[in-house]
Structures are given as C-alpha cells and as structure tokens.
T-cell receptor, first 111, second 118 residues
Framework: QKEVEQNSGPLSVPEGAIASLNCTYS??????FFWYRQYSGKSPELIMS????GDKEDGRFTAQLNKASQYVSLLIRDSQPSDSATYLC???????????FGGGTRVLVKP | GAGVSQSPRYKVAKRGQDVALRCDPI?????LFWYQQALGQGPEFLTY????????KSGLPSDRFFAERPEGSVSTLKIQRTQQEDSAVYLC????????????????FGPGTRLTVL
C-alpha cells in the first residue's frame, strides 16, 4: 500500500461544475496536508494547505481534512478549462522534513 | 522576487556518464529538498538539507546519487554512472524555515531538470 493514494483519473468535468478530488494517507502521525497543481511539463504549484480537521476555503477551492479517517479532499467549484491539470496530494509527516506525494489525479475540464 | 532556479533544464546523457544538476533556492531559504518525478507519477523525496547539513538522504536510490550544499545556498545533485532507470524530472524545492513543528512551511518548487539517459 502506498503511503498517499489518489485516483489517477482522468476526472472529466463540464465547465462550471464541481470537481471533487480525494486522497488517503497511511501515516497517522501526519500533520500537514497540501494540494499542488501541476500543468503538463511544469513544476508543482501550491494551491491549498490544511492542518486541522474541517474545511478550508480559498476562492474556488475548498480543502477538507478528516484525520480520523486519514482522508483529505479538494473541491474545485465553477471549474474552468484552465483548471485542467494534475492535482497532487502531499503529506508532511511528524518529522516535518519531507513531503510524500500521491500519484496525482488528472482533471479535464471540458468547455 | 526570484523563485527557485534549476539548471540545466534538459540533460541527455549516455548510459554510464556522470551528470550534475544544479539548484539555486530562493534567497534566505534555509531548507532545500530534492525530489525525483518519473513520468506519470508524483514526486518522490530524495534528500533534504538544512543550511549546509544534509539531514535526510533516505530517498537516494543508490550510492550513485550524491547531493551537496556546501555553503548552505546552491545545491548540486550528482548522479554517477547513469542508468536508464535514472531518466526522470529532478525537482528542487526550498522553504524558508527549518522543519517547523508539523512541517507547515510551504515548499516552493523549481522548474525541474529533465534527465534522459540513452
């Protein structure tokens, strides 16, 4: 079992719809959780971070964390074609000195 | 301000050659990380520096991989006797502070070096 798991997709959503991405992790000591967006051929770009149970909203993005279930999710509201990218879930463990990434979920937003 | 820079952006090596990849972190960033990203996969941790000290090298796949950051700024990842399985994008990231409790410090990634070993 991988330490951080994501559905590889592609997740196809129509423009204007909500895209829902999920991530599970195995290390119960994990304390910090991040969502990065990566366009093809580009480097990862941080879009959200979350540290406490519950929801965190930033513009069209909402991150949700449930430590008891070892689950973190990302919602993208009013999806735009420019949101088409791979979304990487990353977890920072108790040592705090490295990120463990999932394999990424590819999102395709169709006009 | 300037972000993380990496050079070269692309490198083609013949199997068995040695390569050196450079990372210039954001000025003042204490922590520096190297990751390896294979095609279609998420980045995988290689090694971590706090200033000039290499505190974690648990992700280096073999003793052919060596990293250094002698003055606590620029870092070099060296791969000796390259093999085809070394073909990947090598990403460098930096963050402002040393391992804060809970690791909340944001890591900023450079553009990566795409290494192709023939």
């Amino acid at each position: 079992q991988k330490e951080v798991e994501q559905n590889s997709g592609p997740l196809s959503v129509p423009e204007g719809a909500i895209a829902s991405l999920n991530c599970t992790y195995s290390d119960r000591g994990s304390q910090s959780f991040f969502w990065y967006r990566q366009y093809s051929g580009k480097s990862p770009e941080l879009i959200m971070s979350i540290y406490s149970n519950g929801d965190k909203e930033d513009g069209r993005f909402t991150a949700q964390l449930n430590k008891a279930s070892q689950y973190v999710s990302l919602l993208i509201r009013d999806s735009q074609p420019s949101d088409s990218a791979t979304y990487l879930c990353a977890v920072n463990g108790a040592a705090g000195n490295k990120l463990t990434f999932g394999g990424g979920t590819r999102v395709l937003v169709k006009p | 301000g300037a972000g993380v820079s990496q050079s070269p952006r692309y490198k083609v090596a013949k199997r068995g050659q040695d390569v050196a990849l450079r990372c210039d972190p954001i000025s003042g960033h204490v922590s520096l990380f190297w990751y390896q990203q294979a095609l279609g996969q998420g980045p995988e941790f290689l090694t971590y520096f706090q200033n000039e000290a290499q505190l974690d090298k648990s992700g280096l796949p073999s003793d052919r991989f060596f990293a250094e950051r002698p003055e606590g700024s620029v870092s070099t990842l060296k791969i000796q006797r390259t093999q085809q399985e070394d073909s990947a994008v090598y990403l460098c990231a930096s963050s402002l502070a040393p391992g804060l409790a809970g690791g909340r410090d944001t890591q900023y990634f450079g553009p990566g070096t795409r290494l192709t070993v023939l």
